[in-house]
């Protein structure tokens, strides 16, 4: 194989991150020794490990004196695992070939630099197909909002809740616990104060999962509805609860709330609560937020326009007459993934099977509008 098959391949690779790491951009790596695949890589979760360290592992002590072909220039800020940089200087490779620059202007060239300054001999490829998959990352910079992922579990007759509301358990063990692997690289979950009513859910990551991001806990709140023993309340999760509401809103309440331990967040309300409910989300550093619904929750993030990717669990048991639909303003034909991806404007689209269910994951065409890597 040669550098630029090397660098095909870790496009390819790239790929397998996604749905799983946008905003960042899904980043492949592939180690190359004497035209020999010796180790590949790549970012399989927001938060987790970059595709060079990912394949610098693989390829252990075969990596010194290697060439490694990554799609995006290695990273040279050490956020909790160190800087790309220093792991492919400590390997002692020899080459580095990257498909493009960091679109990051404060970024751009730096990891480059600290490379040929440690010896490495460093190739730009300038790749049309390494810039496509910064898409994501670039867009949501220019929106200065999250990464905002639509989740919910469906029955097969189109319904998120039985008949009166309230808890039941629509999509199997094998979806659930993949939930929450979602939700331990999530910087926040939101749902609506009618599922903190109708539910009492904790919204936090368990199971055998290390927590990776903080996971926020959110609640579309304006009449402060919110019940003070809610299991979403509870402190010593690891994460805050932050409940959004209007200036109008009583001050008893939201005083309790906090004295609950909760912030209580006032945004003006209006056609624009929404926006700028996520506006401030992005100041408090959530880059990647999964909203799980309600139906009046899903369906008003939808109209906004502010979703990027949908996750829909299509769960094969029906709910019955009377069933809480998932959208409030349209039905969907939930045994069929096309369907549903069709009513949703999805494109890119996979359907893939989890225990009894399906997964349909895709994103939202209207945002998918392409942009340069400048943003302009
Ligand atoms: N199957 C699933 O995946 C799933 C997931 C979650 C929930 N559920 C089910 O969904 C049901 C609850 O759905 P729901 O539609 O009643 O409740 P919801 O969407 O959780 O909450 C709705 C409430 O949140 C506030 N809200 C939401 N969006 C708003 C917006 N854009 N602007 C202002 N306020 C907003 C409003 O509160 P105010 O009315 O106080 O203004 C609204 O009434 C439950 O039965 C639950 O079991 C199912």
Known sequence: ??????????????????????????????????????????????????????????????ARGATVCVTLEPCSTRGKTGACTDALLRAGVARVVVGCRDPQVGHQGAGLSILEAGGVSVHVADAAD??????????????????????????????????????AAISSEASRALLHRWRAHLDGVLVGVGTVLADDPRLTARGDVPVVRPGHRVILDPELRTPLGARVMASGAGTDTWIYTTPEADEQPAQSLENDGAAVLRIPGGD?????????????????????????????VLRAGLVDQVDVFLCPE?????????????????????????ALGLVDVAVIAVGPDRLLRGYVGANRAPRSPTGA
């Not at 390819?12 to 799983?20: I, P, Q, V, Y």
């Not at 989740?151 to 309230?166: H, L, R, V």
């Not at 029906?318 to 369907?339: I, K, M, V």
């Open 272 to 300: 624009d609560w929404l926006h700028g409910v996520m506006a401030s989300l992005h100041l408090r550093g959530v880059r990647r937020l999964m909203v799980e619904g309600g139906a009046t929750t899903l369906t008003s």
């Open 318 to 342: 029906p709910l019955g007459p009377g069933a809480l639909p998932a959208l409030t303003d349209r039905a969907l034909d939930a045994t069929s993934p096309e369907a549903v991806a069709a």
């Open 130 to 167: 390494c810039v496509a998959l910064l898409e994501p990352f670039v867009s949501a910079q220019a929106l200065a909002r999250p990464w905002v992922i639509a989740k919910w579990a469906m029955s097969s007759d189109g319904a998120i809740a039985p008949p009166g509301g309230g808890p």
């Open 1 to 62: 194989m040669d550098e630029h098959q090397a660098l095909a391949r870790a496009v390819s690779l790239a790929a397998r991150g996604r749905f799983d790491v946008e905003p960042n951009p899904v980043v492949g790596a592939v180690v190359l020794r004497d035209g020999d695949v010796v180790g590949e890589g790549w970012h399989a979760d927001f938060g987790g490990a970059h595709a060079e360290i990912v394949a610098l592992a693989a390829a252990g002590s075969a």
